[in-house]
């Protein structure tokens, strides 16, 4: 069979055997055309899934660089990192050395009476309450009813805040008294705290 008597035109892909009858030239034709065809197909699924790789690739550098960036901020800044760590330290421990512990209370309870006394109120009701515990302190509130005049109060709340133990003044009622018509009443809850160890026992 001659080359040209063989058309393209007439070939049926599903009929194998005029392929096989095909002249040298036109089987070499079909060959090449395959060859092609499959070496693009592979050439581009290779291409995409290298893409994909490279876009992968991509995300893991931005990722680490942000990591890298981060972690070389926080080495840079470490000297700085480790004094704040120790003034804070420092500070808390300079607080927790402002509360009393068990066996301070009760001068504590003495320094508290006496800055009344000394400024010149009337302790009528002074009671001591009892520890709250929170989550690693315990309160101690006190409560107060004294008679007195408004700078009188405000000598009392100067010489609590003056403590050398942590005081703070709550629920502070002031009124007229009962039996005076020149003095004041003032009903106030003066709690003190103390700190509690890991175990939850007092210091």
Same mark, same amino acid.
């Given at each position: ?53 490279? =876009? ?8 680490? =660089? ?35 512990? =068990? ?81 004041? =009443? ?18």
């Amino acid at each position: 069979m001659a080359l040209s008597d063989f058309d393209l035109n007439d070939l049926d892909i599903t009929d194998i055997g005029k392929i096989g009858m095909a002249p040298m030239p036109v089987k070499i034709v079909l060959i090449a055309i395959l060859c092609i065809l499959v070496a693009t197909a592979a050439y581009f699924f290779d291409i995409t899934r290298q893409l994909d790789g490279l =876009k992968t690739s991509e995300n893991e550098e931005t990722t680490l =660089k942000q990591t890298f960036e981060e972690k070389q901020s926080k080495a840079a800044n470490l000297d700085a990192y480790k004094q704040q760590l120790d003034e804070m330290r420092r500070s808390f421990g300079a607080l927790l050395r402002q509360l009393p512990n =068990k066996t301070e209370i009760e001068t504590l309870l003495t320094d508290i009476s006496q800055t009344g006394i000394s400024s010149g109120l009337d302790i009528e009701y002074f009671k001591p309450e009892g520890l709250t515990p929170r989550e690693f302190y315990a309160e101690y509130p006190i409560k107060l009813k004294v008679t007195g005049r408004y700078h009188q109060f405000a000598e009392f709340v100067s010489g609590v805040a003056a403590l050398p133990r942590i005081v703070t003044l709550q629920g502070i009622e002031i009124g007229p008294a009962e039996k005076s018509g020149v003095k004041l =009443k003032m009903e106030v809850t003066a709690v003190t705290y103390q700190y509690l160890d890991e175990s939850g026992l007092e210091q």
